[in-house]
Each structure stands twice: as structure tokens, then as C-alpha cells.
């Protein structure tokens, strides 16, 4: 039997390398063996006749993706935080779109993650679209990011289409890449005890670990490990004896391919420990007004200074953390955001100057906030805001006059362009007072933005429009879990931390999904979930996401006003019918309605998108399900006032069978509203055990919404 071979290979690229490591690990990965390892339904066959290498390959007939089984897999073991690359080679025969029970992507490779129980953890990347009939193509997922709590890869040879594919030489390489690092430099000679390390992010990796050795080749008696979170830099705070060290940085499952070394030269009592200055940014409401900023300084010895101003120490706690007032210089502070420097400076002299961001700036007269309860609340009152994304200027007075109180364009999430962002703002006021919720450029194309660390961008953006009457919150960051997007939860709590110093009258949002999402918790005042399928769907996305927040997170809930299949008739260059639109007035009330059922302080829509929707096909685009749309909004709007109200909240579910009714009473002064949602696609009858009621029979239509009020 011929056996097939892949060789240890080193990938030369910039300054740094990637070590492939052996691929073994995938069991038969040629099929010499026949299927042994792999596992599939009646659709899978061994075919000797053909072959990329060897003598046989594995063979997918897939006549009705719906009945027929349309994956061989195989579960191999990973390491928990690495990096691997996955491939394979794929043969096609009369491969055609057919439905299915998920999308119809055609033939490839498709790679998730499972724990190490073999559970289900999370989705990975696809790397399929061959169709028709096609000779052996190499397929590839690269740079796959393994969770850390990742115990096997799932590898999916897919035909998710009507056809026959072929799969030969499946690989799974480890890829290890050495951290880039920054200082000390290798090599270098350092006076320094209390050195700060340096390097540059790694794409996936959500907590890095410093490793200190004397030893080059770091065994575990010799190594000092330190935890350095989710940011590129580590001070260290007990000092190193004199000579030579070597330092490496490490992450999740991934080892530092390429440790360096410095030399160490002052005495281990020597102080060279300086003031560590936390407090990045503040906002004053005054051109007189002090401003407080916090400092790690063991013996409290340290003089501050700031645009000249001397800060004076006001409080002290047993381990160190100073309290530092600045008052007003006697012309005050400078209007507007100020960039300088903390200059701190110990005993010893040792010294640190800090980056630092001062905003003078008034307080908003109509500023927001996400109050202990939960909901928004403005101007001393609690409110149930309505928004949708992606609404250009010109469009602003209609999505005002029809009820929406929030908008949004994702522009400014690829652009520094404040004063730009400044007219939106504007644009919207002037719609009769709409308001917008404002993102930050990301860095995907500028690759300077929040994915490169631009603390800089971000206090600009926000010290330009702080003030504004039209601005709503702060759109943080849009799924930082996203591979291409992605920001460890300290970086991005960073960002947040920033932002509210700067802007204290503005909540912070954001969206995040998957299991690690409750690692991004401080990153937002509420979280905004996405619910973007059918009502039932809808549910079960917000009760997932309150358990994997510990149901101590408010949730603004997202809901989608799009048609997915006319969305993907466009992608195939179909025309769309507007009179086709998939999402009817039922099921958008539904969707829309259990933003108040399921207690959410408000509801968004994705998107409007009228002139710029791309393949998603947006209600605003056809004139019937706009309409349907905006009766929707005007009738939530009917009983805000009702929602907002002080007043007992009741909530349940009924069920029969697997189809739920889910529904919400509120007692306000006495009398009572009750609502309750169906969230099946047919009709259901149910009784409903209200709390001191008596049991209400109901039978809800489709989708239907049922609305009383005594």
C-alpha cells in the first residue's frame, strides 16, 4: 500500500516564520485505510477508481440535501488556544444548489470546534463553493483560531448541494508563530530591575503569558510565569537580579517560537520601579473644575504634574494606589479635548510620563444613561427607545416621521473623520430631534483603529461630539470575538473604560455572541443582542444569551427586518419582488413585540439600508413590508408610555407541546395590560396561569400578537 507522506515545513514571511508542525494527528488522512476514522451517513463510500493521491478517496453522493447526509467528519485532537491550518482536495460531479437544512454552499471543508468532551463549542471557518463539475481543487482554512477551551477540531468534508465530491489528503497542521516582540530589544544590556515588556498583538489570542528564565531553554524549575491579561505590555514589579534573562511570550495553546534575552545590570535593592499612572482620561463640566486621577506608588512619594499643574496628594490606601487632585490653572482648562502628558516622578527618581486625554466639555442636557434597573433613562425618566442601523441623511426625517428614535451609519466604523461624523450628528437633530448611536473606526481597513489599540482615535472621536444634543450612545465595538475583528476583552474594556471618563453622560453598547461572551462584560452599560431569526428563534437567542451573561446584563434586543432568501436570489443576480417580501406584518410584530415580553429595554432593527443593502434585501426597499413595518413601530410606541411606567412586571411562558406562548402583564395605578406572543408558525392554543388570575384560555393565530388592557 502506497503510504502518503506531508513534510515538517517552515514558511519564511516579513521578519518572523511559522513552524508547520506534523499533521499525523488526523487519523487515515488519505483513506488508505479505508474509512476508518471518519464517519458519515449512506451518502459516503470509499471509491478506489479515483483518487488525488493513492490509490482510493472518500465520495459523497448527495441526491436531496434534506434527507441524504451531507458531511463526513472526523474529530481531531487540538490544543486549546493554537493556531492550525487546515486543507484537503476536493473532485466535483454535477454539483448544484439545492435546499436544505442550512444553506447550500456546494463542495469543501468546513472546520468547528468541539470541548473535550466532544461537545458541540463553536464554529470555525468554511471553505467550500465548488460547484458543477470541477478536477481536484486544494481547499483551505487558514490561520484557524482554536478556543481555548477547545479539546478537538471537527473537520466537515461537505457537499451541502445535489451532486457528487470526492475528498483526498486531509491535513490539520499546528502552525506556531513566534511572538513579535518589541523591547527590551534582544540582545540589549537594560538598568533597569523593573523593565516593561512589549509586543505586538497576536490575531485570536485573548491572554498572553510572560515567561522569565535564566535558562534558554525555559524548564519549569528555572521559568517565572506572569498572567498579562489580554493587553501587549507587562510591568514587571519585583525586581530581577543582575545578568542575563531570557523572555518569551506565550498565549493559550501557543508557545513563543522565538524567545530573546537581555542583560540585567543595577543591584536587585536598587529602586527603578516608577509611579504607575492609571487614570488615562477625565471629563470636567467646567473650565475650573478639579479632576482626580489614581496612581500606584508604594511609598506615596511622587510629584505630578499635568499642562504645568502640579497634582496634590488627597488619599492613600495600604497597598500603594495614590489619589492625586489637579486644580484649575488660574486661566482654567483648555475647551475641547486636551492631548499631554502625566508626568509622575518618585523619590528615587524614577520616572513615567502617561499619555493623558482631559475634555472639558458641558453636560449634555439630554444625556442618557442605563440605570441600576436596567432600562434607559433620560431626563430623570425612564424611556423604551426604538432604532435601526444604517440610515443615510437624506432618508432621517422619514424613519423620524415614522417612529424610530435612533439611528445609525456603519461609515463611521471605517472612518477618523470626526467632523464628518459631527454633520451626521447634526443631519439628525435637525430631523426633528433623531438621534444616532456612533461607532468608532474598527482598523480593518485603516489598520489603525481599535484592532491596532488607537486609544488616540477614540478619545478624539468622543471629545469631538460629547456635547451633542443628537448623539445617543456609544457603539463600542460589533462582535470583537470575530476572527479578522478581533480584541481581547481587556483591550476592549480599555476602550470602555476610556470612553466613560471622557463621556460620562452616554452609555456605552455593544454585541457579542458565543460562549466567551460573558468575558466582554465591562465592556458595556448594555449589552445589544442579535436576534435576527423567526420569534421562536428570537427567544431562544435572548434566553442564551441571559444565561451566558449570568442573567446580569440588560439586553437591548436586535431584531432584523431583511427577506434572507430574496438576499440570496441577489447574490445569483435575481431581481428581488417586493411583493414577495418573506418577513409579513405577523412575524415582524411578533419579533418586534418580545423586545417588551421578554424584558428588554429596547428594540433596534438591522437595518434600513435602502440605497446601500447589498445582497440583504431590506424592508425599506419593498413599499408593503415598510408599511408593515411602520404600523409595527407605531403600535409599540402606543403603549410605551404603559411600559415605562412604574409598576409590578409578570412574566411566563405557555406551552403545548414544543410550540411556546410567551407573555408579559404589567399592573400600572391599578390597571393592567397584558400582552402574550406566539411564537409558532401556526396557530396554538394554550391557558395561560397568570398569578392571581384566573387561567386564560387563549388560541393565537400565526405569529399572532394578543394585546389587552383592563
Do not use: F
Given at each position: 500500500m502506497k503510504q502518503k507522506t506531508i513534510m515538517f515545513s517552515l514558511i519564511a514571511f516579513a521578519a518572523t516564520f511559522a513552524a508547520v508542525a506534523d499533521v499525523s494527528a488526523v487519523c487515515n488522512a488519505g483513506f488508505e485505510e479505508g474509512l476508518a476514522g471518519w464517519n458519515g451517513g449512506a451518502s459516503m463510500a470509499l471509491d478506489e477508481a479515483v483518487a488525488h493521491d493513492g490509490r482510493q478517496s472518500v465520495c459523497l453522493t448527495v441526491a436531496d440535501p434534506k434527507t441524504d447526509s451531507v458531511y463526513v467528519t472526523q474529530m481531531v485532537p487540538v490544543k486549546g488556544g493554537a493556531i492550525y491550518d487546515a486543507s484537503c482536495f476536493v473532485k466535483t460531479e454535477d454539483v448544484r444548489e439545492a435546499e436544505g437544512h442550512k444553506e447550500s454552499v456546494g463542495a469543501g471543508l468546513i472546520v468547528e470546534w468541539a470541548d473535550a468532551n466532544k461537545k458541540w463549542l463553536t464554529s470555525g471557518k468554511y471553505a467550500c463553493g465548488v460547484w458543477g463539475t470541477a478536477d481536484w481543487q486544494k481547499k483551505e482554512c487558514a490561520r484557524l483560531n482554536a478556543p481555548d477551551k477547545a479539546g478537538y477540531a471537527i473537520i466537515y468534508l461537505a457537499l451541502r448541494a445535489s451532486g457528487k465530491a470526492w475528498f483526498d489528503d486531509v491535513s490539520l497542521s499546528e502552525v506556531l508563530i513566534p511572538t513579535e516582540k518589541v523591547s527590551p530589544a534582544d540582545g540589549s544590556s537594560i538598568s533597569n530591575n523593573c523593565p516593561r515588556f512589549a509586543w505586538r498583538r497576536l490575531p485570536g489570542v485573548r491572554r498572553y503569558t510572560?515567561?522569565?528564565?535564566?535558562?534558554?531553554s525555559f524548564p519549569p524549575e528555572k521559568t517565572h510565569a506572569f498572567d498579562a491579561g489580554g493587553l501587549a505590555e507587562f510591568q514587571l514589579e519585583k525586581p530581577l537580579n543582575p545578568g542575563a534573562c531570557y523572555w518569551r511570550v506565550n498565549s493559550g495553546g501557543r508557545v513563543d517560537a522565538a524567545p530573546w534575552s537581555f542583560t540585567q545590570t543595577v543591584p536587585r535593592d536598587a529602586d527603578c520601579l516608577p509611579p504607575l499612572v492609571q487614570t488615562k482620561a477625565c471629563r470636567v463640566t467646567g473650565s475650573h473644575e478639579a479632576f482626580t486621577v489614581k496612581v500606584k506608588d508604594r511609598l506615596g512619594t511622587a510629584k505630578l504634574a499635568f499642562l504645568g499643574v502640579e497634582g496634590r496628594l488627597v488619599g492613600k490606601d495600604n497597598e500603594g494606589l495614590c489619589q492625586y487632585s489637579f486644580s484649575a490653572p488660574s486661566g482654567g482648562w483648555p475647551s475641547g479635548l486636551t492631548e499631554?502628558?502625566?508626568?509622575?516622578?518618585d523619590a528615587a527618581g524614577n520616572r513615567a510620563a502617561n499619555r493623558f486625554w482631559l475634555l472639558n466639555a458641558p453636560r449634555p442636557e439630554n444625556g442618557v444613561a442605563v440605570g441600576a434597573d436596567g432600562a434607559y433613562w433620560q431626563g430623570g425618566r425612564r424611556i423604551f427607545p426604538l432604532g435601526i442601523y444604517e440610515v443615510a441623511p437624506k432618508y432621517m426625517e422619514e424613519v423620524r416621521e415614522a417612529g424610530w428614535d435612533v439611528?445609525?451609519?456603519?461609515?463611521?466604523?471605517y472612518s477618523q473623520d470626526d467632523a464628518g461624523c459631527r454633520k451626521y450628528l447634526d443631519d439628525c437633530w435637525a430631523a426633528n430631534g433623531l438621534r444616532a448611536f456612533i461607532g468608532f473606526d474598527r482598523g480593518v481597513r485603516s489598520r489603525n483603529g481599535i484592532v491596532q489599540g488607537n486609544l488616540a482615535h477614540v478619545a478624539q472621536r468622543v471629545g469631538a461630539l460629547a456635547d451633542h444634543p443628537g448623539l445617543f450612545c456609544w457603539y463600542l465595538y460589533d462582535e470583537p470575538e470575530t476572527e479578522g475583528y478581533f480584541v481581547t476583552p481587556d483591550a476592549l474594556t480599555e476602550f470602555a473604560d476610556l470612553v466613560r471618563a471622557l463621556d460620562p453622560y452616554h452609555p456605552v453598547v455593544m454585541t457579542t455572541w458565543g460562549i466567551t461572551m460573558n468575558e466582554y462584560r465591562r465592556t458595556w452599560d448594555t449589552h445589544w443582542t442579535q436576534a435576527y431569526g423567526n420569534p421562536a428563534e428570537v427567544v431562544r437567542e435572548v434566553e442564551s444569551h441571559r444565561s451566558l451573561l449570568?442573567?446580569?446584563?440588560?439586553?437591548?434586543?436586535?431584531v432584523c427586518c431583511n427577506d434572507g432568501?430574496?438576499?440570496?436570489?441577489?447574490?445569483?443576480g435575481i431581481a428581488p419582488d417586493p411583493d414577495k417580501f418573506a418577513r409579513d406584518y405577523d412575524l415582524m410584530r411578533a419579533c418586534a413585540f418580545l423586545g417588551i415580553v421578554k424584558e428588554c429595554n429596547g428594540v433596534w432593527w438591522w437595518w434600513f439600508a435602502r440605497d446601500n443593502g447589498g445582497k440583504y434585501y431590506s424592508a425599506s426597499r419593498s413599499p408593503k413590508a415598510w408599511a408593515d413595518l411602520v404600523q409595527v413601530i407605531k403600535e409599540l410606541r402606543s403603549i410605551r408610555s404603559l411600559v415605562t411606567a412604574d409598576g409590578a412586571v409578570v412574566t411566563g411562558t405557555a406551552a403545548e407541546?414544543?410550540?411556546?406562548?410567551?407573555?408579559?402583564?404589567?399592573?400600572?395605578?391599578g390597571k393592567a395590560i397584558f400582552i402574550a406572543v406566539n411564537t409558532a408558525d401556526h396557530p396554538v392554543s394554550v391557558t395561560v396561569?397568570?398569578?392571581?388570575d384566573a387561567p386564560r384560555k387563549l388560541t393565537l393565530r400565526r405569529y399572532e400578537v394578543l394585546i389587552l388592557k383592563d
Open positions: 510572560l515567561e522569565l528564565s535564566r535558562d534558554p499631554g502628558e502625566i508626568i509622575a516622578v439611528v445609525h451609519a456603519y461609515q463611521w466604523e449570568n442573567n446580569a446584563s440588560p439586553i437591548t434586543l436586535i432568501k430574496q438576499g440570496a436570489a441577489i447574490e445569483k407541546g414544543k410550540d411556546r406562548v410567551e407573555w408579559w402583564r404589567k399592573t400600572v395605578d396561569a397568570v398569578p392571581g
